[in-house]
């Protein structure tokens, strides 16, 4: 009887164990970056992005400013592979996911996106600008450069 119960319990804790929710995936390393500033100047911070292929990105997307910017960068798309792309409210709450290859964001004021992605290939010099009308030409571009051996 001792067995039978020993076999069945043990049985009970192997399968609750192979349903327990488990983490999935790598841990992203996150990296953070404003557009704009809340003392309104034009410019990212920081300018330049690095990322290393092999490794996986949540990217930090805030608009502290009180005007709306986008975050464009064409070339960075096509070397990446975007996860997903979270919108977060005010609190921090994720409102919505988006799926799919992006190229272009507009942050309004007070915005937060997180965006999960594993760099593909290599790119050096990739072009980040804001191209609300004028934006770009009062300062408000950077570079995303992507390195690694793989």
């Not at 995936?25 to 996150?30: D, F, L, T, Y």
């Not at 977060?88 to 997180?114: C, F, Q, S, W």
Request: glycine content about 8%.
């Amino acid at each position: 009887m001792k067995k039978i119960f020993f076999l069945a319990l043990s049985l009970i804790l192997i399968t609750s164990l192979a349903y327990a929710e488990k983490p999935h995936g790598p841990k992203a390393i996150e990296v953070n970056i404003s557009v704009g500033t809340a003392d309104g100047q034009m410019k990212f911070t920081p300018e330049s992005l690095t990322f290393e292929r092999g490794n996986y990105y949540k990217l930090v997307i805030t608009n502290p400013s009180s005007d709306e910017h986008y975050f464009t960068s064409d070339a960075f798309a096509t070397h990446i592979f975007t996860r997903k792309v979270e919108v977060m409210d005010k609190e921090g709450k994720t409102i919505a996911e988006i799926h799919g290859a992006i190229n272009d964001m507009e942050l309004k004021p007070g915005a937060r996106v997180e965006w999960f992605f594993f760099p593909m290939t290599k790119g050096n010099d990739l072009k980040l600008f804001c191209h609300k009308k004028g934006h770009e030409a009062q300062g408000m571009v950077g570079s995303i450069n992507i390195i690694g051996d793989l």
